[in-house]
């Protein structure tokens, strides 16, 4: 079992930068993919990024590739993600989203525990 608790969302002006964090609890983080995932208002919830349980591997939406950066450091259970250059259709929930398993996961069908996720809103 793991559970999540996001934080580091708040209101930021289109072109600035918020790095949200995700804090797990259970000694099994380290073996868990983690991702992000993020909803708007009459939208369904999509993929942002994820990464796989050593940081070595990683995965983008194109919408933020080159702008976001997930990262983990398992030593302290938590996974980030570095969002920079902020647009107003970034502004959305967001969620993190863990699993047991190897490698990096996209969908989030396949996730196995979620956060309640942060909000994020980016003003023009």
């Known amino acids: 079992q793991v559970q999540l608790v996001e934080s580091g969302g708040g209101l930021v002006q289109a072109g600035g930068s918020l790095r949200l964090s995700c804090a797990a609890s259970?000694?099994?983080?380290?073996?868990?993919?983690m991702g992000w995932f993020r909803q708007a208002p009459g939208k369904e919830r999509e993929f942002v990024a994820a990464?796989?349980?050593?940081?070595?591997?990683?995965s983008y939406a194109d919408s933020v590739k080159g702008r976001f950066t997930i990262s983990r450091d398992n030593a302290k259970n938590t996974v980030y993600l570095q969002m920079n250059s902020l647009k107003p259709e970034d502004t959305a929930v967001y969620y993190c989203?863990?699993?047991?398993?190897?490698?990096?996961?996209?969908?989030?069908?396949?996730?196995?525990?979620w956060g309640q996720g942060t909000q994020v809103t980016v003003s023009s």
């Open positions: 259970g000694r099994t983080f380290s073996s868990n993919a």
């Open positions: 989203a863990a699993r047991p398993v190897v490698g990096v996961i996209v969908t989030s069908k396949e996730y196995a525990y």
């Open positions: 990464i796989s349980w050593s940081g070595g591997s990683t």
